[in-house]
Nanobody, 114 residues
Framework: QVRLVESGGGLVQPGGSLRLSCAASGLFFRLATMSWYRQAPGKQRELVAS???????NYGDFVKGRFTASRDNAKSTVYLHMNSLNPEDTAVYYC????????WGEGTLVTVSS
């Protein structure tokens, strides 16, 4: 059974930083493309970042160099380092694993507010 568990969300002030983590189990992690999506209230879910097994990355246009996705295959964990956060980044952030199927975590809430 595939399981994705996100952590690291919380309240941060504008301009601050957070690191999200997603621990995966039940899949061949090294071969999975891991992605972060987010969904703000009243908006559609959107891609934040993805990282392949060969560590190629892709980012949403709104990231603009502020976020970095990384992975630790030994720990079956993917990270999202977020800097220069602004209130528009407030959303539930979801981890996604894509092998032959797509799997989702339950999400972690990031709130950017003063």
């Amino acid at each position: 059974q595939v399981r994705l568990v996100e952590s690291g969300g919380g309240l941060v002030q504008p301009g601050g930083s957070l690191r999200l983590s997603c621990a995966a189990s039940g899949l061949f992690f090294r071969l999975a493309t891991m992605s972060w999506y987010r969904q703000a209230p009243g908006k559609q879910r959107e891609l934040v970042a993805s990282i392949t097994g060969s560590t190629s990355t892709n980012y949403g246009d709104f990231v603009k160099g502020r976020f970095t996705a990384s992975r630790d295959n030994a720990k079956s964990t993917v990270y999202l380092h977020m800097n220069s956060l602004n209130p528009e980044d407030t959303a539930v952030y979801y981890c996604n694993a894509n092998t032959t199927m797509a799997y989702w975590g339950e999400g972690t809430l990031v709130t950017v507010s003063s």
